[in-house]
């Protein structure tokens, strides 16, 4: 496991990373406390799978020893859908838009040219500072371009008009046509545990959860069922809205090793 990296928000404060098996780990307490839980330890254990968790030493500033929690990519996910946080979608936006794509660029989380030639670069003359300080403008430009583009490429691969809804099923046939084989009803359990789907029995069980729907990854088609003896019944289908396809279809490819 390599040593903690610390990676810093204006708005989410600071978040410690460590590196294990080539699969970044986010200190649970971080996260949790980033995302409104009162109390990290239980959100942990309620929302985060087992074998999504290392432990790893670390020594505070006054010098003791402790123990901390750090959790998988999927798990990040699992604390993000179960947050009741408004801006936990801005969370998700910093963490997987801005500090894994970094991460796997450079091996670490360097937000300052200056610091990064320094760290990478510390026996350098000045002018090769300079050049190099020029093509790291240039690299930024075109993975911003990239990261702008990729889902458009992506979901343009799956899927034809995003104005179009389908059937869960459906999704599950797009979701497979990229690459990542699941099914139907594994995708089904999957947006249960993850939130997106109500997972108690009843009435409404397998139906979009408020945060989904706020979210307008699915919308809900109601068909009016007359039976013969007259009575009306309401029947109810949940569909993927273009946009819900876009959503999962890119988690799933980002996410390949973790959701499925």
Not at 5 to 32: L, P
């Amino acid at each position: 496991m390599n040593e903690i990296q610390i990676f810093k928000n204006s708005q989410f404060g600071a978040m410690r990373t460590v590196q294990e098996n080539s699969k970044t780990y986010f200190c649970g307490s971080d996260v949790a406390k980033a995302l409104g839980y009162r109390n990290a330890p239980d959100a942990i254990k309620k929302h985060c799978k087992f074998d999504g968790i290392v432990k790893c030493d670390s020594v505070d500033k006054i010098g003791r020893k402790n123990t901390l929690s750090f959790i998988s990519e999927g798990n990040v996910y699992r604390l993000i859908t179960h947050s009741k946080l408004p801006e936990a979608e801005k969370f998700e936006k910093w963490v997987f838009d801005e500090v894994l794509p970094t991460i796997h660029r450079t091996g670490g989380y360097v937000n300052n040219d200056d610091s990064f030639i320094n760290t990478y670069l510390p026996f350098a003359d000045d002018s090769t500072k300079l050049l190099f300080k020029g093509t790291l403008e240039t690299v930024r430009s075109l993975n911003a371009q990239i990261d702008k583009d990729r889902p458009k490429v992506v979901f343009a691969d799956a899927v034809t008009s995003s104005k179009t809804s389908i059937l869960i099923g459906e999704l599950a046939k797009l979701i497979k046509q990229n690459g990542v084989q699941i099914g139907e009803k594994r995708l089904f359990a999957w947006l249960r545990d993850n939130g997106y789907l109500i997972r108690r029995k009843g009435t409404d069980y397998n139906a979009p959860t408020q945060k989904s729907m706020e979210m307008k990854l699915f919308e809900v088609k109601e068909t009016a069922i007359t039976h013969a003896d007259g009575h009306t019944t309401i029947n109810k289908t949940t569909k993927v809205t273009g946009k819900g396809q876009q959503y999962f279809i890119n988690k799933f490819l980002a996410k390949t090793a973790e959701v499925v």
